[in-house]
């Protein structure tokens, strides 16, 4: 290892290249922690105290711990990530729809009523009585 820290000295250049890269690889280690915390806490299937166990686990041992969560719940942990951007990916276009249609005007609600009185599903006391919600 001396040898490393020697040349690294010895050429500039070598020696910043080499703390970018212990920078990046801290980054990425955080990153990963983090992604395995989270997905700990949204994993439904798992109790409180099993979610318990795996954050000491996690946090006590690190390296360890999030090398086992990995190599354990792997596939879970990419699905539940799938699912979760899939859950906000409807969210938002549904968000996106109604914002666009807008409110519904008073004639498009009487005109519903109408319809639901028209087949039956509402009697005529029941239209009269909507009808006055609406109109006020």
């Known amino acids: 290892m001396a040898g490393y820290v020697e040349l ?5 250049v070598l ?13 990425l280690w955080l990153v990963v922690l983090f992604r395995v915390i989270i997905d700990i ?20 041992v690190p390296f360890l711990g999030v090398l086992v969560y990995v190599i354990a ?7 539940r990530e799938v699912k979760h951007i899939q859950e906000q990916q409807q969210a938002f276009e549904t968000y996106v729809r109604d914002t666009a249609r807008g409110p519904k005007s008073s004639a498009d609600e009487l005109t519903a009523l109408s319809d639901l009185r028209s087949k039956g599903v509402l009697s005529d006391a029941e239209f009269e009585r909507a009808k006055e919600k609406v109109l006020h």
């Not at 020696?15 to 980054?27: I, P, Y």
């Not at 806490?41 to 006590?60: H, M, N, P, Q, T």
Request: proline fraction near 2%; charge should be positive.
């Open 41 to 60: 806490f949204r994993d439904r299937k798992l109790s409180g105290w099993v979610k318990a166990g795996w954050l000491l686990f996690v946090l006590i």
């Open 73 to 79: 719940r792997g596939r879970g942990m990419g699905e």
């Open 8 to 12: 690294a000295y010895d050429y500039p």
């Open 15 to 27: 020696g910043v290249f080499l703390s970018v890269l212990w920078f990046f690889l801290w980054v």
